[in-house]
């Protein structure tokens, strides 16, 4: 379908074959998840947590950052089900959820290769 600046394809249709974004199984419903490795402080934030749980305060303190900064980018994580957090008393602690990264990861994987089962191999009708 031709694009132009009046004529748009409509939000909710779907390329041939695929989930609808939303729809169980769609890609788009990783979005979230791949979001996470887009900042290279949340990838710092993920490889510090992966020596265990850390304080708020030990993040902040590791990475030379300001709290709300690494707040902001601790939420996109628990957003994205990188991480869970308890609180104690004032502090906050953060740590790696493996069990939902690996659940994301593994429907991933499986959506990825449902799309890959239904290649019908060449569709071009340009000849």
Do not use: N
């Amino acid at each position: 379908m031709k694009v132009s600046a009046t004529t748009r394809p409509r939000a909710d249709a779907a390329p041939t074959g695929l989930a609808r974004p939303g729809e169980a199984g769609g890609l788009a419903d990783f979005a979230p998840f791949f979001k996470a490795f887009g900042s290279d402080t949340r990838i710092a934030i993920i490889e510090h947590l992966m020596t265990g749980e850390k304080c708020v305060c030990e993040i902040t303190a590791h990475l030379s950052l300001s709290q709300p900064l690494i707040s902001h980018h601790l939420a996109i994580l628990r957003d994205a089900g990188f991480v869970c957090s308890r609180g104690q008393g004032a502090r906050t602690y953060y740590a790696i959820d493996w069990e939902s990264f690996d659940e994301r990861l593994q429907g991933f994987v499986r959506a990825a290769a449902e799309l890959r089962e239904r290649d019908a191999g060449p569709s071009c009708v340009c000849g």
